[in-house]
């Protein structure tokens, strides 16, 4: 049993320190690149970890033998019909924390994270994120003092209307799907520590701030939609504050006018084409769903797929670039990795339903978790979250994170 204790610690310890660097190894690789490392012994060594904790105890769950038969499906497509180079990266950044939330389902009667815990450190860290994309709005040379090189040169954050914001996230879109999940924490916190409703309404209105400013359509309506979920949820903070709401926003617009309304047309040259069906239909994505669909040409691909890892937006080494989770996860693994995906989805929001409508446990805890998993399948819609670090690991605990909360050990 002390030994089961120590384990559990050591599992502790791996956790918080990947959940700390998480969203930061972007930009530390820049500065040093052993980071890079660090996240994937950590990664390894949390796997051991939790395979030696299941091995003492002897014990599997019924769901998790299903699941188990899932992952082990998936396991046997370490093949790659485009190019051998890309299984690692499949492997690490798909595979690996897939494996983890398997084991820590199977682990929860004696090991499972607090999810209040990494509540806690991602609203800190997207509060930091969102500060430097402030200074980044009036100074870019942050980003060169971060990063170590001028923004200019890391890509993926011109368009023809402007510069877009990428504070510590490396490119616009992660930094914008922080500032959800940065909206999710913040009314977790504000339901269970009841923040000031001052400054609920003034980290709102940063968070917005930085998040239009990615210039991320995608973002913004996941943002706004998310946004009124949440009113809807809490209505009367927004009737009692939106006067004040409407006066914080015209002092900082009347103060920085000049500035705001010049990035405010590059946001509206951005966004006005959303009510055009053209917006969509001729997005860049869809060209690249197209593409990565007439990939599966015959009925043996259909059904199994390309193997690991060949959803890959890095094109030099080969891979296919799709910007959608569920087409991606069908172009690695076929449709029944595709149907295994979904059912693995439908079984966690199914637990959320009976966390909150049945056994009423935990409550704000699932909240934020069905927030989170909302956001995140929206916004894979056009991205490959799912193998976008740190949000592969972001997307994996959050479809465990339902099944750990009556648990007596935790973090």
Request: some cysteine.
């Amino acid at each position: 049993m002390l030994e089961k204790i120590k384990l559990a610690n050591i599992i502790d310890f791996l956790f918080f320190i990947l959940f700390i660097i998480a969203p930061f190894i972007s930009f530390l690789a820049f500065r040093f690149p052993f980071i890079s490392a660090v996240k994937e012994v950590t990664q390894v060594t949390i796997i051991v970890s939790l395979l030696l904790l299941i091995v003492k105890s002897g014990r599997i769950y019924k769901w998790g033998a299903v699941l188990a038969l899932a992952f082990i499906y998936i396991s046997f497509h370490f093949y790659n019909l485009l190019s051998s180079s890309l299984i690692l990266d499949g492997a690490r950044y798909q595979l690996g924390y897939m494996l983890i939330a398997l084991l820590l389902y199977n682990a929860r009667h004696m090991y499972t994270i607090n999810v209040t815990t990494l509540i806690k450190i991602i609203t800190i860290q997207v509060f930091l994120f969102a500060i430097v994309g402030v200074v980044e709005f009036f100074d870019e040379r942050v980003i060169t003092l971060f990063y170590g090189i001028e923004k200019q040169l890391i890509g993926n954050n011109q368009l023809a209307v402007g510069s877009r914001l990428i504070s510590l996230a490396l490119n616009p879109i992660n930094f914008g799907v922080l500032c959800c999940l940065g909206l999710i924490t913040l009314n977790y916190m504000n339901e269970t520590h009841k923040v000031n409703k001052q400054i609920f309404f003034l980290l709102i209105s940063l968070y917005f701030f930085c998040c239009a400013l990615t210039l991320s359509r995608l973002s913004i309506i996941c943002f706004i939609l998310v946004f009124l979920l949440l009113l809807i949820n809490r209505f009367n903070y927004f009737k009692n504050y939106f006067i004040f709401f409407i006066l914080v926003i015209s002092v900082i617009f009347t103060i920085y006018i000049d500035e705001i309304l010049y990035s405010f047309g590059f946001f509206l040259d951005r966004v006005s084409g959303l009510s055009s069906l053209s917006a969509f239909t001729e997005n860049s994505r869809i060209e690249h769903w197209k593409v990565a669909i007439n990939t599966l040409n015959n009925q043996g691909v259909i059904l199994f797929g390309l193997g690991v890892g060949s959803s890959n937006p890095t094109l030099s080494m080969g891979g296919i670039l799709v910007e959608n989770t569920l087409i991606s996860f069908m172009i690695d693994f076929g449709v029944i990795g595709l149907l295994l995906l979904v059912m693995i989805i439908l079984f966690s929001l199914v637990r959320l339903k009976k966390n909150i409508t049945v056994y009423r446990i935990s409550i704000p805890e699932n909240k934020f978790i069905f927030f989170s998993i909302l956001s995140m399948l929206f916004m894979s819609l056009g991205n490959d979250l799912h193998r976008n670090f740190p949000f592969s690991l972001y997307f994996w605990m959050f479809l465990y994170f339902p099944f750990s909360f009556y648990q007596k050990r935790t973090l």
